[in-house]
T-cell receptor
Framework: EDQVTQSPEALRLQEGESSSLNCSYT??????LFWYRQDPGKGPEFLFT???AGEEKEKERLKATLTKKESFLHITAPKPEDSATYLC?????????????FGKGTHLIIQP | DSGVTQTPKHLITATGQRVTLRCSPR?????VYWYQQSLDQGLQFLIQ???????AKGNILERFSAQQFPDLHSELNLSSLELGDSALYFC???????????????FGSGTQLSVL
């Protein structure tokens, strides 16, 4: 069974204080690892997809990296508008179409 | 705005009742996914439809059913409701990520179901 574990559950940072969120996964053949951002009262919004170990993707203050067992979402000099819940998800390869397996998320608060 | 429309935004009902949640995918998207989000379980995949046909099933209870209509909108029917069914229900549609075999999901804003 696919498993995704995110840590920490919650993180409070000062504006400008860089940090990293962790996503550890177990999946039988990785078709993709996904990062989504979710704001209160809204659906998740796609950020990145990573496919193979060593891959990195960047978007503004966010950078996602992938190893064979985990992914990190690095947040550099965050601003209050980066406050959200960040969700990690995996999709396995092979077999029929299937939904993503999500972690429970990291609730990030950036204080001004 | 993701382009995925869900109605209603909020639904309050009693145990034992039946409700229908509605979803319109983005224009041109053939797939519809349903997810349930609760505080203790996180986002759980329920079911996927593709162009009117059921494509994949996840952790969907037998009391729940879904369908996708010829105009591609989808409905999720929840019956014999229990207190534990209270959750956010999301619909998503997808576009393929070229050459990867994976999809990018666009989520609606969800329906908050409260069973009292």
């Amino acid at each position: 069974e696919d498993q995704v574990t995110q840590s920490p559950e919650a993180l409070r940072l000062q504006e400008g204080e860089s940090s990293s969120l962790n996503c550890s996964y177990t999946v039988s053949g990785l078709r993709g690892l996904f990062w989504y951002r979710q704001d209160p009262g809204k659906g998740p919004e796609f950020l990145f997809t990573l496919y193979s170990a060593g891959e990195e993707k960047e978007k503004e203050r966010l950078k996602a990296t992938l190893t064979k067992k985990e992914s990190f979402l690095h947040i550099t000099a965050p601003k209050p508008e980066d406050s959200a819940t960040y969700l990690c998800a995996v999709r396995r390869s092979g077999g029929g179409a299937d939904g993503l397996t999500f972690g429970k998320g990291t609730h990030l608060i950036i204080q001004p | 705005d993701s382009g995925v429309t869900q109605t209603p935004k909020h639904l309050i009902t009693a145990t034992g009742q039946r409700v229908t949640l509605r979803c319109s995918p983005r224009s041109g998207d053939l797939s519809v996914y349903w997810y349930q989000q609760s505080l203790d379980q996180g986002l759980q995949f329920l079911i996927q439809y593709y162009n009117g046909e059921e494509r994949a099933k996840g952790n969907i209870l037998e009391r729940f059913s879904a369908q996708q209509f010829p105009d591609l909108h989808s409905e999720l029917n929840l019956s014999s409701l229990e207190l534990g069914d209270s959750a956010l229900y999301f619909c998503a549609s997808s576009v393929p990520l070229t050459g990867t075999g994976a999809e990018k999901l666009f989520f609606g804003s969800g329906t908050q179901l409260s069973v009292l």
